[in-house]
C-alpha cells in the first residue's frame, strides 16, 4: 500500500517531533535533581525566614541563657514551631544558639528528643549552619546523608537580636522524599506537555498540508 506524500510529510513531522522531545526531555532530567533540590531549599528558606520574623531577638537570647522550658516566651515559641513544622510538612524544626565552635545548644525544637539545653556536635555540619552563626548569612544545602537523621536538606538563617548580633540560628530540614516528590510532579508535568505539544503540533501539520495540497 502506498503512503501519500501528506501521509509521509506528516510521519516525518512527528518523528522530528519525537526526536526533539526525548533530547529535551533527557536535559530536563538530568537536571531534575537539582531543580528539586532547588524547589525544596527555597521552600525551606522561605518558611525560616517567615517564621523568624517572629522572632524577638532579646527574648530569644534571653532564653538561650536561661533554658527555662517554663518561660512564657519558650511556651509561645514551641507552640508556633509544631504548628509550623504540621503546615509545611518539614521534618525538622528548630533554633539553636552556639556553645562553642563545635557545639551547638537547642533552645526550642519541634522534636520532643532534643530538649532546651541539649548539645548536638555541628564538627562536621554543613557550613551553611556555621556560616549562619558566625557570619549571619542564610542559605541551604543539598542533600546530605546522615547515620542518624537520614538523607535531608537544610535551611538556615541567624537570628539577631536588637543590636544585630548574631545570638542564635533557625534551621528548616527536609527528607530527601520531599525532594523526590517534587521531582515526579515535574516528571508528570513534562510528560503532559510533551503529550500536549505532539497533538497540537500534528493538527497543525496535518492542516496545514491539506490547505498546500488543495
Known amino acids: 500500500m502506498k503512503i501519500s506524500i501528506k501521509a509521509k510529510i506528516l510521519i516525518i513531522v512527528i518523528e522530528l517531533f519525537l526526536v526533539l522531545s526525548f533530547i529535551i526531555g533527557t536535559f530536563f532530567i538530568r537536571q531534575l535533581n537539582d531543580i528539586g533540590e532547588k524547589l525544596v531549599g527555597e521552600q525551606a528558606l522561605?518558611?525560616?525566614k517567615t517564621f523568624n520574623y517572629q522572632i524577638d531577638g532579646d527574648k530569644f537570647e534571653n532564653l538561650a541563657k536561661?533554658?527555662?522550658p517554663s518561660d512564657p516566651y519558650f511556651i509561645k515559641m514551641n507552640k508556633l514551631m509544631h504548628k509550623i513544622k504540621n503546615d509545611t510538612g518539614c521534618a525538622?524544626?528548630?533554633a539553636m544558639t552556639k556553645k562553642s565552635e563545635?557545639?551547638?545548644?537547642y533552645v526550642v525544637c519541634a522534636e520532643e528528643a532534643s530538649a532546651p539545653g541539649?548539645?548536638?556536635?555541628?564538627?562536621?555540619y554543613n557550613s551553611v549552619f556555621k556560616d549562619a552563626m558566625n557570619k549571619g548569612t542564610s542559605g541551604y544545602t543539598k542533600v546530605e546523608a546522615d547515620s542518624v537523621y537520614g538523607s535531608l536538606l537544610s535551611a538556615v538563617v541567624p537570628i539577631k537580636n536588637s543590636s544585630n548580633e548574631v545570638v542564635g540560628i533557625l534551621a528548616c530540614d527536609f527528607l530527601a522524599a520531599s525532594i523526590s516528590a517534587k521531582i515526579h510532579h515535574v516528571c508528570i508535568g513534562i510528560s503532559v506537555l510533551s503529550s500536549l505539544m505532539l497533538m497540537v503540533s500534528c493538527i497543525i501539520a496535518f492542516f496545514a498540508m491539506r490547505s498546500l495540497f488543495n
Not at 563545635?102 to 545548644?105: M, Q
Not at 541539649?118 to 562536621?124: A, F, I, M, P, Q
Open 66 to 68: 536561661s533554658q527555662d
Open 102 to 105: 563545635t557545639e551547638y545548644i
Open 92 to 94: 525538622y524544626l528548630y
Open 46 to 48: 522561605s518558611i525560616i
Open 118 to 124: 541539649s548539645v548536638e556536635d555541628v564538627s562536621k
